[in-house]
Every structure is written in C-alpha cells, then in structure tokens.
C-alpha cells in the first residue's frame, strides 16, 4: 500500500503564499491523476486542482490564476503554488492520487492526512 504525506501548510497573511507538496511513498508501479482537495470547517470537501501523468491540469474557478499545480514524476510528488491567498482559502488541504502498486492489478485512489492552511491578518 502506498502512502502520500503532505507538507507545507501554515498561517499567511492575505496576499501572502505558500506551497504545499504531497510525495507518494512504497512500492508504486504508476501514479495517474494526482491532485489537491480541500475542506473548510462545515463544508464539503471540494476540488482545487488536478494535473494528469502528462501535465494536463483543471482547476476550481475559485483559484484560476492564483494557484498552480505542477508534479515531479521522478519523485512521485505534487505540489501547490497557491499565490495570493485570501482567508476564503482557509481550509485543511489533501492530496489525492490514483497509485497502482506493483503487484496490484488496478489504481486505487489515495488520500494524504490533510495539511491546514489558515489565511489570516
């Protein structure tokens, strides 16, 4: 079984940033799609991005413009260049990716344990 374990979340003064990364570890035979989600208190987890094992990306509309997603294939992580942050940003964010492991014969979708990013003056 794999395991993704993301760093970078902290408290940001609006305007400010960060940058979130998310490695996939253990004995992976391919990674697809990898993305971050995110979860404000008493909402619903919501999409941010996602980028594909080809570069392709989508995001929320909420972020277009201030956040990127990029990936390093080599090091089987994703991360999060989120610019301009405003205290509407404020949630727990989480990684997700469809990981095959060597011996499986199907991709399952993985979720790392959350980092909280706090957009606050």
């Known amino acids: 079984q794999a395991q993704l374990v993301e760093s970078g979340g902290g408290l940001v003064q609006p305007g400010g940033s960060l940058r979130l990364s998310c490695a996939a570890s253990?004995?992976?035979?391919?990674?697809?799609?990898m993305g971050w989600y995110r979860q404000a208190p008493g909402k619903q987890r919501e999409l941010v991005a996602r980028?594909?094992?080809?570069?392709?990306?989508n995001y929320a509309d909420s972020v277009k413009g201030r956040f990127t997603i990029s990936r390093d294939n080599a090091k089987n992580t994703v991360y999060l260049q989120m610019n301009n942050l405003r205290p509407e940003d404020t949630a727990v964010y989480y990684c997700n990716a469809d990981i095959r492991t060597l011996f499986a014969s199907a991709s399952i979708s993985q979720w790392g344990q959350g980092t909280q990013v706090t957009v606050s003056s």
């Open positions: 253990g004995i992976i035979f391919r990674i697809n799609d």
């Open positions: 980028i594909t094992s080809a570069g392709s990306t």
